[in-house]
C-alpha cells in the first residue's frame, strides 16, 4: 500500500497549495471594491434576471466557501461573505453559481449528466472504502478478487463524476464572465479580478479529478496483478 499512501499524499499536498492559492486570490480581490456598489446577491438577480430567468431564489446560507446552486428547490445559496459584500471575489462567485442556474433553465447536457449520476455517486461513495479494504484483504487472504473489482468499478463511477464536473464548472465560469464583461456590470480591472479567482476555482476540481484518478489506476494495477 506505499503507492497508494504516496497518491494520498501528493494528492493532499497539491490540493493544499491549490487550495491556499485559491484562499489568497479571494483574500486579495475581496478588496477591490465594485464601482457600481452592487453586492453579491444583487449581482446575482441582476444576472438572473437579464437571463429571463424569473423562478431562482437568491439566498444566504452560512460557512465560508458553501456558494452553491440547487437544482431541486432552485435557489442559487451563497456564502454570507459573499451575498453582502461589493467587490470582484463577490460578484465572480454569485456570478458563477447563476452560471448553473443559466445551464439548468436553458438544459445543459453535461449539468443534466451530472444530476443523473448524483444518487448513484453517493451510494458508491458511502460504499467505495469498505469494498475496495474488504477486497484487497479477501484478495490477500484467499486470491479472489470479485469484491476488489466491484470496488475498482465503484471508484470508476465517482472518478467520472469528478471528470464529468469539470465541463460544468468551466462552463459556469465562462457563462459568468461573459455576462460580467459584456453587460459592463463591473470594470476591466474588476474584471480580471473575478477571472483569475474563477480560474483557481476551477483549478480545485482539476487537482481533485487527477488524484481521483491516480488512485482509480492504483487500484486497478492492483487488480490486474501489480503489488508495491
Not at 105 to 134: C, D, E, H, T, W
Not at 174 to 195: D, H, I, P
Not at 209 to 228: H, I, K, N, P, V
Request: charged letters at 15%.
Amino acid at each position: 500500500m506505499t503507492g497508494y499512501y504516496l497518491i494520498i499524499g501528493v494528492s493532499m499536498l497539491i490540493s493544499w497549495i491549490v487550495s491556499s492559492r485559491l484562499k489568497s486570490k479571494f483574500e486579495y480581490y475581496s478588496k477591490v471594491h465594485l464601482k457600481n456598489g452592487m453586492s453579491g446577491k444583487e449581482v446575482a438577480e441582476k444576472m438572473l434576471r437579464e437571463n429571463g430567468i424569473m423562478d431562482v431564489q437568491v439566498v444566504s446560507v452560512p460557512g465560508q466557501l458553501t456558494d452553491h446552486y440547487n437544482p431541486e428547490n432552485k435557489t442559487v445559496n451563497l456564502s454570507e461573505a459573499v451575498y453582502m459584500q461589493r467587490n470582484a471575489a463577490a460578484a465572480a462567485v454569485a456570478a458563477h453559481e447563476c452560471g448553473h442556474a443559466v445551464q439548468h433553465a436553458v438544459g445543459y447536457s453535461m449539468l443534466q449528466l451530472r444530476s443523473k449520476m448524483v444518487p448513484i455517486v453517493n451510494i458508491s461513495s458511502n460504499l467505495l472504502q469498505f469494498v475496495l479494504m474488504g477486497g484487497i484483504v479477501v484478495m490477500a487472504m484467499s486470491g479472489n478478487k470479485t469484491i476488489l473489482a466491484i470496488g475498482v468499478v465503484l471508484f470508476a463511477i465517482t472518478t467520472l463524476f469528478a471528470f464529468i464536473t469539470l465541463p460544468v464548472e468551466y462552463d459556469a465560469s465562462n457563462r459568468a464572465l461573459q455576462w460580467l464583461k459584456s453587460t459592463g456590470t463591473v470594470t476591466s480591472e474588476e474584471y480580471e479580478g473575478a477571472e483569475d479567482s474563477l480560474k483557481w476555482a476551477a483549478r480545485t476540481y482539476v487537482v481533485a479529478a487527477l488524484g481521483s484518478l491516480a488512485q482509480l489506476l492504483y487500484f486497478a494495477s492492483m487488480l490486474m496483478g501489480r503489488r508495491d
